[in-house]
């Protein structure tokens, strides 16, 4: 479906922002440059007519999104999160994509349920109520356990909800082919790679049964974190589209008001989201990957609650080390480290200077610190870091998408709770922590027996292990049949002419 059809899929998208008036609106918050600003308005203004008005009630950037569906709803959530990036305002109106998004009707939910657990509704239920949030994957309604009583959140996926999502993910998939095309500098980032990872993301966020598994495995790894719960699965009550979980009772964590009325206290919480994100990411390896305000509660005792697990993150041990240092090579200013780290991770290539790196870090991390947040301007920081890693010619890091996709938006839900907040103080005892724990004799110790024990799984084998390999080596490269020689001659002269062509194509867009 990757062909150039997808063509009117992006040109509706320029549309849709036009018609709804939100171009404007999103290249004023994102500052872009006039002529960025020319170009697109040039290309989207004649087919304005093909744009969706979406609902006149809604204001224009969560009304273009809602109306260009479910994947243009994702990025709107991100950025609801950042109104550093993208001013007070719009952050605001962004907001109502976390989850005051228009439902589907209340039969239409009762009917998947049925389907999906083999019951009616009213069997299982009492007190079904309307959608109490709807979100762009599916929405939530309220109910009591007809045998105990207990109160339930349903989630349950929206009808199509697949199909839509793979229309978006093919034209997403187009783009950056185009991209890659026409822009080779463009290939170190791999937009083709990145859209892969979220496609992946986004496929195992439709199944609920495997939100279920993430949701169990999440609550076994922070049972013992403090200010810290997770609302139980009813894995009786779950499946595909449908999943129950124990209702999680408490204020949105985006509705400050609500948060002051309670009696909670805004800076504990907001250093407290940002602990145990990074607490997750690097203890476990294992983190909730969908922060923002629209999935995360404070509870009347002040714990707070985090629910939709659609979208975990993983990162493997050695990963996490090398995360570790990177963050805590820049808390303690020591940015010839922080080089270091990237070139033995393979980050930047080996051919790059590593002290004209350490330089280039420098740069980035001393105006943060001695500064609160709210004088950081968050958008400049982006953009030269973006030229450092054009300039040394680093790569987009696939496995680590999600874990900085995370960062930033957790970092926008602890600002929007404390403002003056310092991202590197709160990080710091967690990040010194890890490093204590993962790098220090006691994990070496740790690691070196992990070795041993495979070693010792294997010492019996290894005699014939070896033995087997070095006959592999020894053995002459198989003869292909004689009847096969001439096909095979064939194929190979046929490889090295496409081969030979490719080569020249690539070489002329170069």
């Known amino acids: 479906m990757r ?48 744009g969706d008005e979406g609902d006149p009630t809604v204001p224009p950037a969560p009304r273009a999104l809602t109306a260009l569906g479910p994947a243009y709803i994702k990025f709107g959530q991100i950025l609801s999160t950042r109104p550093d990036l993208v001013g007070d305002d ?13 439902p589907f009707p209340v039969d239409v939910a009762k009917a998947s349920i049925e389907s999906e657990l083999g019951r009616p509704v009213e069997m299982i239920f009492d007190d079904f109520s309307p959608p109490v949030a709807a979100a762009s994957i599916a929405q939530v309604h309220k109910a009591r356990l007809k045998e105990t009583g207990e109160e339930v959140a349903i989630k349950v996926l929206r009808p199509g909800i697949e199909r839509a999502f793979r229309v978006d993910i093919d034209a997403f998939y187009f783009a950056a082919n185009v991209i890659e095309l026409l822009s080779p500098s463009s290939r170190r980032l791999r937009p083709t790679d990145v859209i892969a990872h979220f496609e992946g993301v986004v496929m195992g966020e439709l199944d609920l049964r495997l939100e279920a598994s993430s949701a169990s495995e999440f609550a076994a790894n922070t049972k013992d974190d403090k200010g810290f719960q997770l609302p139980s699965i009813k894995w009786d009550l779950s499946g595909r589209r449908v999943m129950t979980m124990e209702w999680a009772d408490g204020a949105p964590l985006g509705d400050n008001a609500a948060i002051d009325a309670a009696g909670h206290d805004r800076t504990v919480l907001g250093d407290r989201v940002l602990q145990l994100f990074l607490s997750h990411a690097l203890r476990d390896g294992y983190f909730h990957a969908d922060m923002h305000q629209g999935n995360l509660k404070v509870a009347p005792n002040g714990n707070i609650i985090a629910y939709d697990f659609g ?6 041990e050695y990963t996490r080390r090398v995360y570790a240092e990177i963050i805590y090579g820049f808390i303690k200013r020591d940015y010839h480290r922080v080089a270091e780290v990237h070139f033995e991770a393979g980050y930047v290539p080996a051919d790059r200077d590593v002290d004209e790196f350490a330089r280039a870090l420098r740069a980035v991390g001393e105006p943060i610190f001695g500064m609160d947040a709210s004088r950081i301007s968050m958008g400049n920081l982006l953009s030269y870091l973006f030229e450092v890693t054009e300039r040394f010619g680093m790569e987009t890091r696939t496995e680590l998408i999600l874990l900085q996709r995370t960062m930033v938006v957790v970092e926008g839900v602890a600002r929007s709770l404390n403002p003056q907040i310092n991202i590197w103080q709160v990080a710091r005892p967690v990040v010194e922590g890890y490093i204590r724990e993962s790098l ?66 690539i070489a002329q867009l170069g």
């Open 3 to 50: 062909g150039p059809h997808n063509i009117i899929r992006l040109i509706r998208t320029g549309a849709t922002l036009e018609r709804t008036g939100a171009m404007g609106i999103v290249m004023d918050a994102l500052d872009a440059p006039p002529l960025v600003r020319g170009t697109l308005r040039f290309i989207a203004w004649p087919f304005k007519w093909l």
């Open 311 to 316: 979208i975990m993150g993983h990162i493997d």
């Open 90 to 102: 719009l952050a605001a109106q962004m907001r109502v994509l976390q989850d005051k998004l228009p």
């Open 440 to 505: 220090g004799p006691r994990a070496i110790a740790q690691s070196m027996g992990k070795t041993l024990a495979v070693l010792a799984r294997f010492g019996p084998r290894m005699p014939q292990l070896v033995e087997s390999a070095l006959m592999r080596q020894a053995a002459p490269p198989p003869e292909p049949p004689r009847r096969r020689r001439r096909d095979l001659a064939a194929w190979g002269a046929g490889g090295l002419a496409v081969g030979a062509a490719l080569a020249t194509i």
